[in-house]
């Protein structure tokens, strides 16, 4: 079976920092586009951030305060964000997606909480 497992969620003061891993298994980790995607209360799921091929790209609202990465030996993939801001707080969501789009898997989410 196919599984994304976040963790390293939790509460931090504005300003402060968190990497967010996530786990896969039962993929060929390699070959997947691999994304965090964040939903707030009341709002639609976003795409923060994604790596393709080496590739990132990044939401307007983190660009700068966030980095995905991957370790492909690990099946891994990190979010480190930084500079964090209670406008941050979220569900963040790791998913996978086939190159081709023959499949798309979701994480159950880690919650990020924000305040002072």
């Known amino acids: 079976q196919v599984q994304l497992v976040e963790s390293g969620g939790g509460l931090v003061q504005p300003g402060g920092s968190l990497r967010l891993s996530c786990a896969a298994s039962?993929?060929?980790?390699?070959?997947?586009?691999m994304s965090w995607y964040r939903q707030a209360p009341g709002k639609e799921r976003e795409l923060v951030a994604q790596?393709?091929?080496?590739?990132?790209t990044y939401a307007d609202s983190v660009k700068g305060r966030c980095t995905i990465s991957r370790d492909n030996f690990k099946d891994t993939v990190y979010l480190q964000m930084n500079s964090l801001k209670p406008e941050d707080t979220a569900v963040y969501y790791c998913?996978?997606?086939?190159?081709?789009?023959?499949?798309?898997?979701w994480g159950q989410g880690t919650q990020v909480t924000v305040s002072s």
């Open positions: 790596t393709v091929e080496g590739t990132t």
């Open positions: 039962g993929l060929t980790f390699s070959w997947y586009v």
């Open positions: 998913k996978a997606d086939h190159p081709w789009g023959l499949r798309h898997y």
